[in-house]
Every structure is written in C-alpha cells, then in structure tokens.
C-alpha cells in the first residue's frame, strides 16, 4: 500500500480536528457548568433576583464559551481548508 | 507472525487494559464511602451497624463496573480466539480500552452518593429509609454510562467481521472503543456529583424527597445526554458500511470522529453534574425556589452542553462528509 504524502497530511488533520475539538469541549463545559452551578446557589439563597443572576451567568457563560467556538473554528479549518 | 498470534497478543493486551483501567474508577469511589463511613461512625458510634450496611450496599453499586471490567477482561481472555479476521485484534483491543475506560467514571460517581447516605443517616436516624433509597436511585443511574460501554465492549467482541473491508474498518472499530468509553468518563462523574447531593439533600430536609428526586433525575439525564451521543457515535462507527480504501486520510476521520465525540463529552457531563448538585443543594434548602432553580439549572446545563454538541457535529462531519 503505497501512502502520498497529501494522504498523509489529511490524514494527521482529520486526527488533529478530532483532538482540537474533543479537548476545547472539556474547558467551556467544566466552566460553564460552574457559573450554573453558583447561579442556582445565588438563586436558592435570593429568588426575588432571579433574572438578573441569569443574564450574568448567561453573559459569563458566553464569554467561556468562546474557547470552544476557538476550537469548533480550528477543528473546521483542518477538515475543509487543510 | 501469523494472525492467530496478533489476535492472542490483541486479547491479553485488551483484557489487561480493561482491568487495569477499570479498577480505578470502583476503588476511588468505594474508599470515599469508606472515609464518609468512618466520619459518620465518630459522629454516631451508636450507630455502627446502619452505617456500616449503608456503606456496604453502596460499595456493592459501585463495585458493578469494576465487575463489568473483570467480566469483559474474562472473556478476552478465555474466548478472544474464536474469529480468525485480521480485524478482530482491532476489536479485541478497542473492546478493552471501551470498558476500562468506561468504567472510571460509574466507579467514582456511584462511591458519592454511598458516602453521603452514610454521614446523612448519622445525623438523620429517622429518615434512615428515604436517604437508602434516593441513594440506590442515584447510584443506579451513575452506573448507566459504564453499562454503554459493556454494551459496546460485548458488540467489538462478538460482531461478525468477516464481510467488512479491512480498511477502514480497523478504524471504526478504535474509533467506537474510544468514543464509548472516554465520553462515559464525564456522565459518571457528573451524575455521582448530583446523587450526592441529592442524597444530602433529603438527610437534611427529608420532606422535601419528592422534588429532590425528581429533579435529581431531571438533572442526571441532562448530564447522561453526552454519553448517549458517544455511544450514538460508536453505534454509527460499527453498523455503517464502508467502501474499502487504501486511504489514511479515511480511516484517520473514522478514528478522529471517535477521538473528538469520545474526549469531548467529558466536559459537558462534569459541568452538567456541577450545575445539578448545587440546583439540588437550594432546592433541599429552600423548597419555594424549586421552579425557579429549575429553570435556571436547565439554561444553565443547556449551555453547557453546547460544546458537546460541537464536538458532535465534528464527529458527524468526519464520519459523513470527510
């Protein structure tokens, strides 16, 4: 089986796509858990600010979310641009 | 080396990798109950013989995926043999790492809840029955992703291979193994982390059980969602066909689909897990909020989740597009 050497190097970034996205998902879903987790403590303890304590766990959920969408972006990149 | 020999070496690799792996997930979780045990037992000396069976029915739950581990490392051992395809060390090896690895999380996640009913019987005598069961309920559920993993780990070894082309196929069969067994790592965890406090919850306000439960339930199925997918992925990996190619690139997007579903489920499940416990903890506190941290926790988890759609959707690209 003779392997070209663009076989390889879509190959190397089919591989690479994989671990950039699986890898980039652990930060944002273990940080965006977090800010939930302390919204629902900040709500149990004062349920009359509720909607203000979701729009900044929305607003901070977003901002951690971003490093995903970095990975998403790179992980896209790799499989139709590389 | 002919391929009776590769698919021996296959079988005692795998079935080292499955115990090997397997044995850490049930011994961490089975020595924090052990530790709740003890502290509870200091507390309430009195109580030695409640404690003590809270603890070894607990134990018990989270001893299963070790079983499951010691099980699929039994049958690779003594009946990895039987086919001859040059295919089946890939699956004998994969069927290894799926439940080694599919165990860690079900292990340590149902020793949570078992830990938690021990010191909350201490401190809530009364109430020694609704602590056991929401405990047993919380317990079984954490042992669900472990048991995809059996499941997957049964398909590798026993499916017929025979009319598959070799390549790709090598691929899928890693790549099913691997997805199956990382993604059940964030789910167990994730899960144990909500029974735990579940079970907290109804030792300190034991009246509330019913919505404790409930939306302890509702929680662990939001954070068992991501290890569905990594089974969805493998499923996906094993039962679809293939025309046979020569090329790497191919057979890298069916492992690389299995890599990214598999690693990328792990966040989404523990942060699903975190959000659930401290939805739980204020609903055991503070039983009025009950529809508004719901509601919350269910935004919250759903954002999460967000990143474990991602990886996905990468995953369905590089098995269908790719």
Avoid at chain 1, 60 to 65: C, D, I, K, Y
């Amino acid at each position: 089986m003779a392997i070209e050497g663009a076989d390889i190097i879509k190959a190397a970034a089919c591989l690479g796509a994989g671990i950039s996205m699986g890898l980039g998902a652990i930060g944002p879903g273990v940080g965006e858990g977090m800010a939930a987790a302390k919204a629902c403590e900040a709500i149990g303890r004062n349920p009359s600010e509720a909607g203000l304590l979701t729009r900044t766990m929305l607003v901070g959920q977003a901002v951690s979310e971003s490093t995903g969408i970095y990975s998403l972006v790179i992980a896209l990149l790799l499989l139709f641009v590389v | 080396m002919d391929i009776q020999s590769w698919i021996r070496v296959s079988s005692v690799v795998g079935a080292g990798v499955s115990m090997g792996f397997g044995a850490i997930g049930s011994a961490v979780g089975e020595g924090y109950a052990a530790g709740c045990a003890n502290e509870a037992m200091s507390r309430r000396p009195d109580m030695y013989n409640d404690i003590a069976r809270t603890m070894l029915l607990g134990q018990a739950v989270a001893e299963s995926a070790a079983i499951f581990s010691l099980l699929i490392a039994m049958l690779l051992l003594f009946t990895g043999g039987s086919s001859t395809s040059p295919l089946a060390p890939f699956g004998l090896i994969a069927a290894g790492i799926c439940m080694g690895i599919g165990a860690i999380g079900s292990g340590i996640g149902s020793g949570l809840p078992a830990g938690a009913a021990t010191i909350g019987i201490a401190r809530q005598p009364a109430s020694k029955s609704q602590i056991t069961t929401t405990m047993l309920i919380g317990a079984a559920i954490t042992q669900t992703s472990a048991i995809y993993s059996l499941v997957t780990s049964f398909l590798l070894i026993f499916m017929d291979y025979s009319a598959r082309p070799f390549a790709p196929f090598w691929a899928a069969l890693l790549g099913a193994g691997i997805s199956t067994g990382i993604a059940a790592i964030g789910s167990g965890v994730g899960e144990g982390f909500v029974a735990q406090t579940g079970v907290e919850s109804v030792a300190r306000n034991p009246t509330a059980m019913s919505r404790v439960v409930n939306v302890m339930m509702l929680s662990m199925a939001v954070a068992e969602t991501t290890s569905i997918y990594g089974l969805l992925i493998a499923m996906i990996l094993l039962f679809k066909t293939y025309p046979a190619t020569a090329s790497l690139a191919s057979a890298a997007a069916l492992l690389g689909a299995g890599i990214c579903m598999g690693i990328g489920a792990i966040g989404p499940g523990i942060g699903e897990g975190l959000t659930g416990q401290q939805a739980i903890r204020w609903i055991g506190r503070n039983e009025e909020a009950t529809p508004i941290i719901t509601r919350t926790m269910l935004v919250g988890q759903a954002v999460s989740e967000s990143t474990g759609i991602y990886s996905l959707v990468i995953a369905f690209i590089m098995i269908f597009v790719v």
